[in-house]
């Protein structure tokens, strides 16, 4: 059974940095695509950012590009990260990881497998 568990949300105040972590587990092989999102209360879930396994291409939503990066463990690990810097209010959400992109990777429906999210808010 697949499972991803998010780390590393928390308070910070505008301007500063906070790094997620997405581990998961009961799978062998690497997912084709892993991405995060974020929702805020009364709000559909958001695309963040998203990165392929083969090749490790990235992708950003307008919204971040510039300020978060999306990286992923190269030891073979289905491990995925997200930095965010220069945080505003804005991003204040729950931040969940995705992972199997059955299509194209910046829609969440295309994804198989979820996280439970993991808050970040950014006090101004």
């Known amino acids: 059974q697949v499972r991803l568990v998010e780390s590393g949300g928390g308070l910070v105040q505008t301007g500063g940095s906070l790094k997620l972590s997405c581990a998961a587990s009961?799978?062998?092989?690497?997912?084709?695509?892993m991405g995060w999102f974020r929702q805020s209360p009364g709000k559909e879930r958001q695309f963040v950012a998203t990165?392929?396994?083969?090749?490790?291409?990235?992708?950003y939503a307008d919204s971040v590009k510039g300020r978060f990066a999306i990286s992923r463990d190269d030891t073979g690990s289905n491990t995925v990260y997200l930095q965010m810097n220069n945080l505003s209010p804005d991003d204040t959400a729950v931040y969940y990881c995705?992972?199997?992109?059955?299509?194209?990777?910046?829609?969440?429906?295309?994804?198989?497998?979820w996280g439970q999210g993991t808050q970040v808010t950014v006090s101004s």
């Open positions: 995705a992972a199997e992109s059955l299509g194209s990777s910046w829609i969440s429906d295309h994804y198989e497998f």
């Open positions: 009961g799978r062998s092989q690497n997912f084709n695509a």
């Open positions: 990165i392929r396994w083969r090749g490790g291409s990235t992708f």
